[in-house]
């Protein structure tokens, strides 16, 4: 599986206000960059606190986008993909509707009830298992989340059903799970020309932070759109 991060960040690292409320931070340019690298992708992943945050669609803005897959034999959008818990998205949440398969993987405390209710509204459930590193509740800023759901696991379920190139566009929990699982292997990081500030505001790796060990990246590309930057990152072998 090869895993693509994405995100869009103010200078000072914040993806989002302490509100987490959606906020453009890039512009026409960079949407259009994000548009071909989701076109690229078998799946976008994004967390539960996205979806909550941002209710995002997830799909191809470009139709010629969509039409050149369906002619290499792809689905027109790549499929979605909410690392979801105990399963908090809501049933009406806009990447549940039929424009691309939807997965969520959740783990085994999510009541089946549930389950069968997010099927119904059009998911596919993976019940993957709990991440037995991290997932600190006690740390978890109010978002009642209990437990992270393993993404390596989550990863091999999706690469049995076919997805061999995943793009993950956030938010800062899921992105930090990522490198601290060892999963990720490029980051495109647009820094957008603002400063948002806040001390609870969201970026680019929560989590629990890196004391050693951390992930070593290697910069292998710059290219400057709408009014801010992009840096394209490898991540670095041992
Ligand atoms: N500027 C940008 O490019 C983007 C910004 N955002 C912003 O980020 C914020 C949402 O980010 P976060 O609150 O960090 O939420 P998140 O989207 O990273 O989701 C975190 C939640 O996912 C669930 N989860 C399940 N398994 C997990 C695992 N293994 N690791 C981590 N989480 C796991 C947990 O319930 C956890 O609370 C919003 O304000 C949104 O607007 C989100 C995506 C892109
Ligand atoms: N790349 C990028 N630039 C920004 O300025 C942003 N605010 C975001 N946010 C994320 O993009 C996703 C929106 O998806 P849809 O347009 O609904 O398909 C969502 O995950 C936002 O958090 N990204």
């Known amino acids: 599986m090869h895993v693509v991060v994405n995100a869009a960040q103010s200078v000072d690292g914040k993806l989002a206000t302490r509100r987490r409320e959606q906020l453009r931070i890039s512009g026409a340019e ?6 071909r690298v989701r076109a690229a992708a078998d799946a976008v992943l994004v967390g539960v606190g996205t979806v909550l945050a941002d209710d995002p669609h997830l799909t191809l803005d470009e139709e010629d986008r969509r039409v ?40 085994p405390a999510t009541p089946v009830e549930r389950r069968e ?11 993957v298992g709990a991440d ?8 978890d800023h109010e978002s009642g989340d209990d437990g992270h759901v393993d993404l390596a696991s989550g990863i091999n379920a999706l690469a049995a059903r076919g997805v061999g190139r995943l793009m993950v566009e956030g938010g800062g929990e899921v992105i930090a799970s990522c490198f601290a699982a060892g999963l990720v292997d490029e980051l495109h990081v647009y820094v957008g020309s603002l400063v948002i500030g806040g001390r609870d505001a969201p970026t680019l790796a929560d989590g629990e932070g890196f004391t050693e ?26």
Request: glycine share 10%; no cysteine; net charge negative.
């Open 213 to 238: 060990s951390f992930p070593r990246l290697d910069l292998v590309g710059t290219e400057r759109l709408d009014d801010g930057i992009v840096l394209s990152y490898e991540v670095a072998g041992d």
């Open 68 to 107: 050149e897959r369906l002619r290499n034999g792809r689905p027109g959008n790549p499929a979605r993909v909410v690392a979801d818990s105990t399963g908090r998205t809501p049933t009406d949440a806009r990447i549940l509707d039929d424009a691309a398969t939807t997965y969520l993987l959740v783990s």
């Open 117 to 127: 209710a997010l099927e119904e509204a059009g998911a596919e459930i993976l019940v």
């Open 132 to 139: 037995e590193s991290g997932g600190d509740e006690s740390e």
């Open 30 to 35: 960079d949407f259009d960059r994000v548009d």
